[in-house]
């Protein structure tokens, strides 16, 4: 058993996160300002609702309980807004993440786990991407997380902390015993949209069909939500048995393009998506597919969702529980 604060534990990842943690044993607390996530997320009475800017808040809390490792979701993750508002994104997610390693070393509080993203390979130069790619973001949100990966590599030669950055792919699906699930506003994400579109019969629109790639519309790899909160408990173990962490892909390996993704929705709620085409989406590679083998290998991962209709299933489950079906 661990004493684990999670910033950002009332948002998607972090929230599935928090809860496969107290399932595993672990004590945690929550610091979240709800700027984007949703209290009921957090299971009662572990939300400290404050911005990790507010320093002295954070010092409070850290000096209230031995914490052995933080892990840190808090951040902004719209891209487009990314592009629109880049201040407010280094701000946000450069300058929380500086205020939080400061009061972690304040507190003796050495080991924390990372959210990044594969973001912070930019446009890669082909797939499956690995780790020791270039590091070439396209956009604001991808360089603010490769700053914290740059500011926690740092922090790591020249003091005690060890990191585990977790390079996320596409997050998707729920846990129907956590009760949570993919709540986004506004909604930017596939899979969401897609129910939507079979929900409304307003057509989503599929952002290119001229890629490069066998039906001309974009691949991703789309990584089960409760296989992102163990990775992140591996990432734990791993450090608190003395690992020496570092940055990790967190995907698994397989590519889905954007109609597949639609056939597989077809094929699991047994209704027709309405789509039509519309112009690519700005900043969108033809390709993001991860190279996994290393989260498997070194921190022992091992992933429970091998196929994407089972992940889309319990996207579909939550999302009916909240809007009907
Ligand atoms: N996408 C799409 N229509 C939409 C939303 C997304 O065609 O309304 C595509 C998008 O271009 C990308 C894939 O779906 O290729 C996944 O997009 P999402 O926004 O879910 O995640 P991202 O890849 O941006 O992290």
Excluded at 18 to 30: I, K, M, S
Excluded at 259 to 281: D, S
């Amino acid at each position: 058993m661990a004493r684990i604060l999670v910033t950002g534990g009332a948002g998607y990842i972090g929230a599935h996160t928090t809860h496969e943690l107290l399932r595993l044993g672990h004590e945690v607390e929550v610091v979240d300002d709800l700027s984007k996530g949703y209290a009921h997320n957090v299971p009662e009475g572990r939300l400290h609702r404050f911005r990790l800017q507010e320093q002295a808040k954070l010092d409070e809390l850290f000096a209230s309980r031995p914490f052995d490792a933080v892990i840190h979701f808090a951040a902004f993750i719209a891209v487009g807004e990314s592009v629109r508002e880049p201040a407010r994104y280094f701000a946000n997610n450069t300058g929380g993440s500086l205020a939080l390693f400061e009061s972690m070393q304040r507190a003796g509080v050495n080991r924390v786990v990372f959210s990044s993203t594969a973001a912070v390979y930019g446009d890669p130069p082909g797939t499956p991407i690995h780790e020791e790619m270039p590091l070439a973001p396209v956009n604001p949100y991808g360089e603010s997380k490769l700053m914290v990966e740059k500011a926690l590599n740092w922090l790591a030669r020249t003091t005690e902390l060890r990191y585990v950055a977790l390079r996320y792919f596409n997050a998707c699906g729920a846990v129907a015993e956590f009760g949570i699930g993919e709540e986004h506003d506004p909604e930017t994400h596939l899979i969401p949209l897609i129910f939507r579109a079979i929900r409304t019969g307003e057509p989503l629109t599929v952002f290119g069909d001229d890629y490069a790639t066998p039906d001309g519309s974009c691949i991703r790899d789309y990584i089960h939500v409760a296989d992102l909160a163990s990775a992140h408990s591996c990432a734990l173990d791993h450090l608190l048995a003395g690992g020496g962490g570092g940055c990790f892909n967190a995907g698994t390996g397989r590519g889905f393009s954007v109609l597949e993704v639609i056939q597989a929705a077809e094929r699991v709620t047994g209704r027709k998506v309405p789509y039509k085409t519309g112009p690519r989406r700005e900043g969108d590679p033809p390709a993001l597919v991860a190279e996994a083998s290393r989260l498997r290998a070194q921190l022992g991962w091992q992933p429970r969702f091998t196929s994407l209709d089972e992940i889309v299933a319990s996207a579909w489950s939550f999302d009916a529980r909240r809007f009907g079906s």
